[in-house]
T-cell receptor, first 112, second 116 residues
Framework: GESVGLHLPTLSVQEGDNSIINCAYS??????FIWYKQESGKGPQFIIDIRSNMDKRQGQRVTVLLNKTVKHLSLQIAATQPGDSAVYFCAENILNAGKSTFGDGTTLTVKP | NAGVTQTPKFQVLKTGQSMTLQCAQD?????MYWYRQDPGMGLRLIYY???????DKGEVPNGYNVSRLNKREFSLRLESAAPSQTSVYFC???????????????FGEGSRLTVL
């Protein structure tokens, strides 16, 4: 069977390594997903999004993967840098429903 | 372009006191939201306003009231504060594009509230 990445509340990586942050969502009707980054003392900021008609989307150093079969989302950060240290949240949405539901968040720590 | 502005940034209240958190956005967004974030947890929706003149309850509305004063401003009121309302409160807004909400939220910096 297919393995699904576990959601971990904390993740520690070495600078330069790749990071993978996992998220399980709950509503099979959700059709739009967003990853947010929250730095200490600040509000969450948009990183990347993906719609349910896609299974992969790439940004500058980030990639989001969507597996609707198992309701799983992952964020991959390439060549992780100290500035990537933050809490990362996934959010599931139904477009036009006007509400986002957030996951618990993963704290990423990048060691120099 | 300030984005979403929240005031105050910090507040300490005694149990039973009331206060209002203010939020304003300058992005001409139709939808605005209030979330609370407790230590080590994600954000939980308190109330939202899909458009000017409408408000709806979110996941955790008890103990709060809101007012959508105009398109720019959305306030959150605690009528009788309780220690369980100690939290960080975030206001957010979202864009409507082509008649459909895109879903991306733009957040303020947060208001840190302590109720003793």
């Amino acid at each position: 069977g297919e393995s699904v990445g576990l959601h971990l509340p904390t993740l520690s990586v070495q600078e330069g390594d790749n990071s993978i942050i996992n998220c399980a969502y709950s509503n099979s009707a959700s059709d739009y997903f967003i990853w947010y980054k929250q730095e200490s003392g600040k509000g969450p900021q948009f990183i990347i999004d993906i719609r349910s008609n896609m299974d992969k989307r790439q940004g500058q150093r980030v990639t989001v993967l969507l597996n609707k079969t198992v309701k799983h989302l992952s964020l991959q950060i390439a060549a992780t840098q100290p500035g990537d240290s933050a809490v990362y949240f996934c959010a599931e949405n139904i477009l036009n429903a006007g509400k986002s539901t957030f996951g618990d968040g993963t704290t990423l720590t990048v060691k120099p | 372009n300030a984005g979403v502005t929240q005031t105050p940034k910090f507040q300490v209240l005694k149990t039973g006191q009331s206060m209002t958190l203010q939020c304003a956005q300058d992005m001409n967004h139709n939808s605005m939201y209030w979330y609370r974030q407790d230590p080590g947890m994600g954000l939980r929706l308190i109330y939202y306003s899909a458009s000017e003149g409408t408000t709806d309850k979110g996941e955790v509305p008890n103990g709060y009231n809101v007012s959508r004063l105009n398109k720019r401003e959305f306030s959150l009121r605690l009528e009788s504060a309780a220690p369980s309302q100690t939290s960080v409160y975030f206001c957010a807004s979202s864009e409507v594009a082509g008649g459909k909400r895109t879903g991306e939220l733009f957040f303020g910096e947060g208001s840190r509230l302590t109720v003793l």
